[in-house]
């Protein structure tokens, strides 16, 4: 790995001692493969000498084989990951790419530039301190580098550099490259860059990326590799933000010590510093800094550190530990930018789970303003987020969280967004500031409680939600165990999804997002109802799972029963007394469930009904069964 | 590294960020273990957990995969660290492939390595039901995986699916996962070869023997020197095991580990020759001279 320092040979302790102190840089290369980005990173990666022999060898061979350079080396399939995207000529993620100079280290963050740069993109960019937009010299300023810049400084990245490519096919042409630099500044006056540089170079021929090209004497401004060595890196930036710690996991090893975890987000922190717990507001003075290498005076920004503090106060694990003389505010409702990542789309009064530093929460969406269009920078209308688009939302959360604008810190102000059902990453977000509302509308206490108002009826309150197809007999079902319920002296309410509709609901219609609401909506009301004493039945289709899953985070455990009225779709088909099923075969009706829109069926309900096999006697019965054994009811 | 800089060094934020991410398994996991190797990756691993979790000790046990076939100063190594730092350590062997004799010799590296690491290293998960287990894996040591995440999800079956991970933005892990389901942790993904050895010199992490060069008994195989470990090593007619200062590069099961003739016998001369040196740190295995795109095959299946 033969790096050019000449101390290797003759000295290596000095060389040693160099490199200990090197520091660390995390960028970006956002550009197509045809701006030659596979190989100017090649290059970096080749210029820094940082290729074995073997992978040498490997590289002439696959170069002779698959490259597009002739008998030259095709720097390009340095950066070839998978199996399956080589088969296909693509690269479907982030990669990230190392190499190192006598000053710093290198991370690479390698996005591709096809459609779905966006998650890409914004996944590459969170952690980088600076990127590195390639514009082909021939082509000039294009849609694509608008996009990427715009992305870019979407995630706060505060330098950049912009790489002329490709100058030897324009003739070294100092003219073109001032007009690229002319039109690149005029596209950037719209962003938040603090700094923009703008390099002349050939990645293919090694103009300008560590060597100062003698085709282009006219410019005087640093290499490619000299602007990476001095770029500032973003964790500087950082120490001068005040003190944040989001407590990771709280140390307990014995009765004696309790000590909290965490990486410190902004600031630095000494021992004898007042502190503040967020979001409770107490406050503390830091005890000690404790490492395995001996306590620490002061910490900084980026250090992995365990504190104890002078008081006994609850502290856990999601609270922010900050500095007491300038605390961040508290919200629990925001305006936010999201960046969609997943194939089902972001839905206006879907709950998902939150994360924001180390705190977990649930956030529900709210108004979704407006989406992006990341090529114009146009707002645009739209009650949905699909696949990489980016819209600007306001979120309600299960509870209060301390958070920094993000804007001003990319650790305490950035989120990602986790389905509930499958888990995954589904969306990422940077909070912009907390909605006032949430500070003036409070929850108004009263003295009359849902306790009280059971005891009154002599009753438990419990909802419970029936799912399934159009006909497959939900309010008929619903119908029959009211009336079983109201015999035994019970106060019920039906909230049946066809009477909602005609009237709190009648502004909504059957798009995905319409349902998203609707059921919101009914979920809240069983909610009152419940929070009322009493005992609810609410029969909708909820073809979703998530949207079930947001009624259910209403509730207590136990409080709600979800019971699937399962039917195969022909057999509702036949029981429809609304002739459903007739109109949408005639094609008068449209987005009907089970015929044109989809039902997606519980996995785990608390009951299932088997319709094929039971009457709506025997499955009300089934249902009052649940509630028996559960001691809902006698 | 104590002193508090005005800014920290590139190995500084390494080891904040490979600390960071065991906090985050252990806040999150219900059940979560470390693999532990023998090798100098998993001694950083170790030495890395202590620090993270002081003054607790590291709340998790260490599993060693052991495949039987290890240089038998690995194992002595092993069970000092494991007495030295009081570690709850795990050995498991896969004896269903111990009862059917394979070895690394009559069954070939393919199948060795299959049964009785990758196939061994599921059982032993599902055994002890571990839903998250920490590898000292690194993104720089092989082409497909520059693009593993950190935090790197495994279906109940254990899979790897390329096409289905998780984006990971900036300090926000997801080990989010159903039962049954679990994730690979690979705290020294933004680790290179250079990084760990230098870590290793700086922090005087204790590390196997064989790392440094000394005059051991090998026989020359396929231009490989293999060295004669134990009298398992089942030699041809005209093989006589020789005295050569050598070393290992990297450590595996000794039939399939490649020795270098060298005379590097600190740490930093260690280093001085990785870095004047012109092979990459696997070519020493003899596991990955398969097809092109072995490791990533092996990934899908299981192999962390």
């Not at chain 1, 950066?79 to 100079?101: H, K, P």
């Not at chain 1, 003190?243 to 004898?272: C, E, H, K, M, Y």
């Not at chain 1, 003036?440 to 108002?453: H, L, S, T, Y």
């Amino acid at each position: 790995m033969s790096h050019a320092s000449t101390l290797i040979s003759e000295d290596i302790l000095a060389y040693l001692e160099a490199h200990e102190h090197k520091s660390l840089l995390r960028f970006i290369t956002c550009g197509s493969v045809d701006d030659g980005k596979s190989t100017l990173i090649g290059r970096l990666l080749y210029e820094s000498q940082l290729l074995f022999e073997d992978q040498l060898a490997a590289l002439e061979r696959d170069s002779q084989r698959d490259g597009t350079q002739g008998d030259g080396l095709d720097f390009a399939l340095l950066l070839d990951g998978l199996a399956a995207e080589r088969e296909q000529g693509i690269t479907i993620d982030v990669a990230y790419r190392y190499f190192s100079t006598d000053k710093r280290k290198y991370i690479v963050a390698d996005t591709p530039g096809h459609e779905q740069y966006t998650r890409n993109m914004v996944t590459g960019a969170s952690t980088a301190d600076c990127a590195v937009i390639l514009v082909d010299a021939r082509k000039g300023v294009l849609t694509q580098t608008r996009r990427h810049s715009y992305l870019v400084s979407l995630l706060g990245i505060r330098h950049v550099a912009v790489a002329v490519n490709k100058m030897d096919l324009v003739d070294y042409s100092e003219e073109r490259f001032r007009e690229i630099e002319r039109d690149y500044r005029v596209l950037a006056s719209q962003l938040a860059f603090d700094e923009i540089t703008c390099i002349p170079l050939s990645a293919l021929r090694g103009d300008n990326m560590t060597e100062r090209s003698e085709a282009m004497p006219w410019y005087r401004g640093p290499t490619l590799m000299e602007y990476l060595e001095t770029v500032e890196v973003d964790q500087e930036r950082l120490q001068r933000a005040p003190f944040r710690l989001p407590v990771q996991w709280v140390n307990r090893p014995d009765l004696d010590f309790r000590g909290f975890a965490g990486t410190i987000a902004g600031g630095a922190v000494a021992s004898g510093d007042r502190v503040v717990v967020l979001p409770s507001g107490r406050e503390s003075t830091v005890e000690r800094i404790v490492t395995f290498d001996g306590d620490l005076e002061r910490a900084i920004a980026g250090q992995a550190v365990t504190f104890t503090l002078a008081d006994e106060i609850d502290v856990s694990r999601g609270d922010l530990l900050a500095a007491a003389a300038a605390p961040p505010p508290v919200g629990d409702q925001f305006e936010a930018t999201v960046v969609w990542m997943a194939d089902e789309p972001l839905l206006r009064g879907r709950t998902y789970v939150m994360r924001v530093g180390t705190k977990t929460v649930t956030a529900t969406i709210a108004p979704l303003k407006y989406k992006l269009n990341v090529d114009s920078l146009e707002h645009v209308a739209a009650n949905q987020l699909a696949l990489n688009e980016i819209g600007v939302v306001e979120l309600e959360l299960s509870q209060p969280i301390a958070f920094d604008p993000y804007a001003a810190n990319r650790e305490t102000g950035g989120f990602i967004l986790i389905d509930r059902i499958t888990n995954n990453t589904v969306g990422a977000g940077m909070l912009h500031f907390a909605l006032r509302r949430s500070a003036n509308v409070q929850w108004q206490p009263v003295e009359v409680d849902r306790a009280a108002r059971a005891a009154l009826k002599g009753q438990e309150p419990f909802v419970v939600w029936l799912t399934g197809l159009p006909g497959a007999g939900k309010s008929a079902i619903a119908d029959v165990v009211e009336q079983r319920l109201l015999a035994l002296g019970r106060h019920t309410y039906l909230l049946d999804g066809d009477n909602v509709r005609q009237g709190l609901n009648k502004d909504l219609g059957f798009r995905p997002s319409d349902r998203a609401e609707n059921i919101r909506r009914a979920g809240e009301v069983a909610k009152l109802m419940v929070d009322a004493g009493l005992i609810v039945l609410a029969a909708f289709i909820s073809p979703f799972r998530a949207d079930r899953e947001t009624a259910r985070s209403l509730f207590a455990d136990g409080e709600f029963l979800e019971v699937h009225v399962d039917a195969p779709v022909e057999l509702a088909a036949r029981r429809d007394r609304k002739g459903l099923y007739a109109k949408a075969e005639r094609g008068e009706l449209a987005n009907l469930t089970g015929v044109d829109a989809p039902y997606e069926p519980p996995e785990d309900p608390d009951l299932r009904l088997d319709m094929a096999a039971l009457t709506l006697e025997e499955a009300a019965e089934r249902v009052l069964a649940v509630l028996r054994d559960r001691q809902l009811v006698p | 590294m104590t002193v508090a800089a005005a800014r920290l060094t590139h190995l500084q934020r390494l080891e904040a960020e490979a600390i960071s991410v065991m906090r985050e398994v252990v806040a999150e996991a219900e059940n979560p273990v470390m693999l532990y190797s023998i090798g100098k990756d998993s001694s950083v691993m170790l030495h890395l957990a202590r620090k993270a979790f002081h003054p607790a000790k590291p709340p998790f046990p260490f599993l060693h995969v052991d495949t039987t076939w290890k240089f038998r100063e690995m194992y002595a190594f092993r069970d000092r660290m494991a007495q030295e730092h009081d570690l709850d350590l795990l050995v498991y062997v896969n004896e269903d492939g111990l009862r059917r004799g394979i070895d690394p010799f009559s069954h070939g590296s393919v199948v060795h390595t299959d049964v009785m690491k990758t196939e061994a290293l599921k059982q032993a998960l599902d055994k002890y039901g571990f839903d998250a287990a920490f590898g000292g894996a690194r993104r720089d040591e092989e082409k497909s995986r520059a693009k593993e995440r950190i935090f790197s999800f495994r279906s109940a079956q254990h899979r790897w699916d390329p096409k289905n991970q998780r984006p990971e933005l900036w300090q926000l892990f997801n080990a989010r996962h159903r039962r049954g389901e679990s994730m690979r942790v690979f705290p020294l993904s933004n680790w290179t070869e250079l990084d760990v050895w230098l870590y290793i010199y700086l922090e005087q992490i204790p590390i196997v023997p064989l790392y440094f060069a000394a005059e051991r008994p090998v026989v020359e195989r396929d231009g490989t020197l293999i060295m004669v470990d134990d009298e398992r090593m089942p030699l041809e007619a005209d093989e006589e095991p020789e005295l050569r200062k050598v070393r290992f590069r990297t450590l595996g099961c000794y039939p399939l580990t490649g020795a270098i003739e060298s005379d590097a016998d600190t740490l930093p001369a260690i280093i001085q020759e990785m870095l004047l040196t012109r092979t990459s740190e696997r070519q020493g295995r003899v596991i990955d001279h398969d097809a092109a795109a072995s490791m990533e095959k092996k990934k899908v299946e299981g192999y962390f």
